[in-house]
């Protein structure tokens, strides 16, 4: 300040206005750090405090986020801990060991046998020798079957014996109706259907590994649409002698498994005719040659007067449902 300024009243001679006293402290330089909070009464808070900062200058453990490893800190377990197991453990089942069901092993399918699955091949001679041992392994009741089939075939023809086609049709679960014949051979082929049906209940069973008894035998489920079924095959195998006996041919080898669905599969007289039409299409080379080869051998068990009829009639029923578990991946037991 020039001195030629004039000096207020009270102030002392010699000195400025606004500089500091001889006894006053120097003011402070401000800093960049912000004031802390206001407190109640407008005096600011102090700041918070430093955390220590750890060895080295790193950062102390409480200032490192969670999750994150402060630098310089042991991870857990200390240094050189080893993994579970130690180094070098095997995983479980060893090295090299092949995951369930092998390498290139499908997805576990559907537990239901008739799922959709692509159909298993089978052999004729693989389903001729499990009729026969099936049918080797309870013969009495087999035997029982074929001679309730002959009784019914012989009250309802007016006490003749049936001929070998009646039989051969009865072994391929079809009706074996008398063309052009009367209401009482009418009734007969409506009951050797049924008994048919009863046969092809029992093969189902022997294919499951449920041996069939007495009691069993006479026990089939469905057996309204059994009676259904039979009629239905009458009346196709009497439309199929029309068409000059290829319709009945055609009715014979393809209608083959009409039971098996209706049983089986619970399925009702037209859907089961019209899948067997379709699963003996789609297979018609294995099914064919199997039908061939049960035609030849009733062949022969009519030779020695009919008595051969007792095992081949079983035989063909057993190695039909066998076939037809095969062919819609069904469950067969050894």
Do not use: H
Request: hydrophobic letters at 40%.
């Amino acid at each position: 300040m020039s001195e030629n300024t004039p000096r207020g009243p009270g102030e002392p001679p010699g000195e400025e206005p606004g500089a500091p006293g001889a006894g006053e402290p120097e003011p402070q330089a401000p800093t960049d750090r912000p004031a802390g909070p206001q407190q109640p009464g407008g005096a600011p808070s102090s700041p918070e405090p430093q955390r220590p900062a750890g060895p080295g200058g790193t950062p102390s453990p409480a200032d490192t986020p969670p999750g994150v490893t402060a630098p310089g800190s042991a991870p857990p377990g200390g240094y050189g801990a080893q993994p579970p197991g130690g180094y070098g453990a095997q995983p479980p089942g060893g090295y090299g060991a092949q995951p369930p069901g092998g390498y290139g092993a499908q997805p576990p399918s559907s537990p239901t046998p008739y799922s959709g699955a692509p159909a298993p091949a089978f052999r004729v001679g693989e389903a001729l020798g499990y009729g026969w041992n099936k049918f080797a392994g309870n013969a009495l009741l087999w035997i029982v079957f074929v001679l309730l089939l002959l009784v019914v075939s012989v009250v309802f023809n007016s006490g003749n014996i049936p001929s070998y086609q009646d039989m051969w049709d009865s072994s391929q679960t079809n009706s074996g109706v008398s063309f052009g014949g009367s209401l009482l051979g009418l009734i007969g082929a409506v009951l050797a259907g049924i008994v048919q049906g009863l046969g092809t209940n029992a093969a189902l069973r022997e294919v499951s590994g449920q041996k069939p008894t007495f009691g069993s035998l006479f026990q089939a489920p469905n057996l309204g649409m059994i009676i259904v079924a039979a009629l239905l095959l009458i009346a196709a195998e009497f439309v199929g002698f029309l068409v000059c006996g290829i319709g009945l041919l055609v009715v014979l080898v393809f209608a083959v498994f009409t039971y098996q669905g209706v049983i089986d599969k619970n399925q009702n007289a037209w859907e089961a005719f019209t899948a067997s039409f379709r699963l003996v299409g789609k297979n018609f080379g294995a099914v064919f040659l199997l039908e061939l080869a049960l035609f030849g051998i009733n062949i022969l068990g009519l030779i020695p007067c009919g008595l051969g009829l007792l095992i081949t009639i079983p035989l063909s029923y057993i190695a039909l449902s066998f076939a037809y578990r095969r062919l819609v991946g069904g469950p067969v037991m050894a």
